[in-house]
């Protein structure tokens, strides 16, 4: 059964980092609007026969835990069994704190032998990476890694090395127009890359590329292991209709509350297919 890591948003969630690439709408936010809507994001994996895990408690006054996609990386061993957890360096340093918790979680997961062939790699400083710049295409057997503000070469040096052993090979992609690589891009079972061109400093990266017709519909998550059913933001309704045109199963969850704090689908959770 395949599981998902999850945190609860914290109360504070409004005092959430914000880049200079969006406007700042936080005092827009609504915690009890935020709570529903994480909880009907978790309601779409229950659904579809994933096991949830929360790692903390979301009172731990840490308003950007929620997005735990940038804490841990899950990368699947692609020559046999098991994979590693990498655990990331947050390029914020205001996000460092985060970490801990999701450590202990898998550190503890991993002594119950509740993940066997898994093991835990950390990013040391000065490498920094956050687990939003990394996008898995497992046809393919690549990760794309962005530079952003975010993840630096150190980072990226340190994951390359921890990934090359499970069978994957990295390429590093500019980012300079959003805050993460998963800001503006994600992947299809296929290979085929879906984003935002305006956001990307080289589309020639990438083997295979659809545009979205909006900002919001770049983020697929898979919640099957085929790839045939994706979960993508309500804000993009356009972006569903090309994908199901396209021939995918599309499901939509309501994210808009974190999506004032550039938010999207993927960062609100860490999938392990164990």
């Not at 499970?166 to 998963?182: C, D």
């Not at 309704?237 to 004032?260: C, K, N």
Request: proline share 4%; charged share 20%.
């Amino acid at each position: 059964m395949p599981v998902l890591l999850l945190r609860r948003p914290s109360k504070n969630l409004a005092q959430g980092v914000v880049s200079s690439h969006i406007p700042d709408q936080r005092a827009q936010l609504d915690y009890g609007e935020a709570l529903r809507q994480w909880q009907g994001y978790r309601a779409v994996f229950e659904a579809h026969g994933w096991a949830t895990q929360v790692v903390g408690d979301g009172d731990e006054g840490l308003p950007d835990a929620v997005f735990v996609e940038d804490s841990v990386v899950a990368v699947k061993n692609l020559r046999g069994h098991g994979g590693a957890f990498i655990l990331a360096s947050p390029g914020s340093s205001m996000r460092e704190a985060e970490i801990a918790a999701v450590d202990a979680h898998l550190a503890e997961a991993k002594a119950k032998n509740e993940m066997p062939g898994w093991s835990l790699v950390r990013i040391e400083k000065p490498g920094t990476l956050d687990g939003g710049d990394v996008l898995k295409v497992a046809s393919e057997g690549r990760i794309y890694v962005g530079r952003s503000a975010r993840t630096n070469d150190e980072g990226i040096r340190q994951f390359t090395r921890a990934v090359e052993g499970l069978g994957w090979r990295v390429v590093v992609v500019p980012v300079s127009k959003a805050l993460h690589l998963k800001s503006t891009v994600t992947a299809l079972a296929d290979g085929t890359i879906i984003g935002a061109e305006a956001l990307l400093d080289d589309v020639s990266l990438f083997n295979k590329f659809v545009a979205m017709p909006e900002p919001q519909g770049v983020a697929v998550v898979h919640l099957d292991e085929q790839g045939t059913k994706l979960l993508l933001s309500a804000s993009a309704p356009r972006s569903a209709e090309l994908l199901r045109g396209m021939g995918y199963h599309v499901v939509t969850a309501d994210i808009s509350q974190f999506e004032i704090l550039e938010g999207c689908p993927t960062c609100l959770s860490v999938r392990v297919r164990v």
